[in-house]
């Protein structure tokens, strides 16, 4: 019996090795083509429903055309440990590689590596600078989804008072460009009254965000209104309000997945919130991979692909200097609506 396991493992072991041997060899002849191609995929961290469904988006998209999807997220949302996982992925020779960055700049040298070897490098949802990536999939136009949640705060908010962001970590360079646009947006006469009083970083982990949340209820007793451009962060902080029974006193908006917050949306805590839906933000990054893989676009500004289910898209330049592919405009999420999408994402 014995015996029999070892012979086992001793041929599993021998098949790994030429299975190994011939992706090696594959992609020494540049034959992403030949053994099919391999697209990966890193997400920021892992434990986040909202990646969860880009990552199926991205998943579905490479299958329906026939190619492999790899999926990896750290398990902590750090630069660090996405420079890790990149690494495997020059080794194991993939095709592309789509990334959810950690870090606006820190991924350049990997990021740069795996270009020259021929692996199509472009970010997505949180982008890297322009030269780490040929190309960034943009969920949503930053400066608008800026000025929408600064405005949706004054209304809530009342015109005048404090308030607050409760972010993801304060490396992710969407949420920083996003806030980044809600300080300029801010700076208008119109909001004089409206006070930022901080910036809380609850590390699109859930626990972080629940006692970030707490830590501004205590610090600032009159805030009016939270505004957190992060799903793992407005969920967490839908919770707490919830439960202290802050309806109507301290109002919370953002962006969230309609799934994690119908029940505060339904409740009072949050009256309304925004969102892009993120399976098709994964789907779309499919598609850019496989146009960059069989050459169809570079990265150029003005360069058009088909992207399956969701038609053709352009690329435009980006305000980073570098280019982007935009998926559409944000959707608000309220009382009337959101019955209707949290089955959905
Ligand atoms: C979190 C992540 C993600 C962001 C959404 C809105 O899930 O930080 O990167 O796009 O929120």
């Known amino acids: 019996m014995k015996s029999m396991t070892k012979k086992v493992l001793v041929l599993s072991l021998i098949m790994a090795v030429i299975g190994s041997a011939a992706v090696f060899a594959s992609g020494q002849q540049g034959g992403a083509a030949q053994g099919g191609e391999r697209h990966a995929f890193v997400f ?12 199926g988006g991205f998943e579905a998209g490479i299958k329906e055309q026939g190619f492999t ?15 890790q996982m990149i690494e495997q992925l020059i080794a194991q ?3 592309s590689i789509c990334i959810v960055g950690n870090d606006f700049d820190a991924l350049q040298p990997v990021l740069t590596r795996a270009k020259n070897q021929g692996i ?4 997505l949802d949180s982008s890297v600078n322009p030269a780490s990536r040929l190309t960034h999939v ?9 000025i929408t949640l600064v405005e949706a705060a004054y209304d809530l908010a009342g015109g005048s008072g404090e308030i607050a962001i409760l972010s993801a970590t304060s490396q992710a360079s969407n949420q920083n460009l996003w806030i980044d646009y809600m300080r300029k947006e801010l700076a208008k006469p119109k909001y004089a009254n409206l006070n930022l009083v901080k910036v809380a970083y609850g590390d699109d982990l859930r626990d972080k965000s629940v006692s970030e949340t707490e830590g501004l209820l205590l610090s600032y007793p009159n805030l009016k209104c939270i505004i957190a451009p992060t799903t793992v962060g407005i969920a967490a902080a839908g919770k707490v309000l919830t439960d202290r029974g802050l309806q109507g006193k301290v109002a919370l908006t953002g962006l969230g997945l309609p ?3 119908a029940e505060y949306i339904d409740n009072g805590a949050c009256p309304y919130m925004y969102l892009w839906n993120p399976i098709d933000v994964g789907y779309l990054g499919a598609y850019v991979a496989t146009a960059l893989s069989s050459g169809k676009i570079a990265g150029n500004a003005g360069e058009t692909f088909a992207a399956g289910r969701l038609g053709n898209y352009t690329i435009s330049q980006a305000p980073d200097g570098g280019t982007e592919v935009l998926l559409g405009p944000p959707f ?3 009382k009337a609506n959101i019955n209707d999408w949290k089955s959905v994402y």
């Open 44 to 55: 920021k961290s892992t434990g986040n429903p909202y990646g969860e469904r880009q990552m």
């Open 69 to 83: 999807a790899i999926l990896r997220a750290p398990d902590l949302p750090t630069a660090e440990a996405q420079i």
């Open 93 to 95: 020779r993939v095709t």
């Open 120 to 123: 199509k490098v472009y970010s």
């Open 138 to 146: 943009n969920q949503a136009d930053s400066e608008k989804i800026g």
């Open 259 to 261: 799934s994690e917050m």
């Open 332 to 334: 608000k999420f309220d």
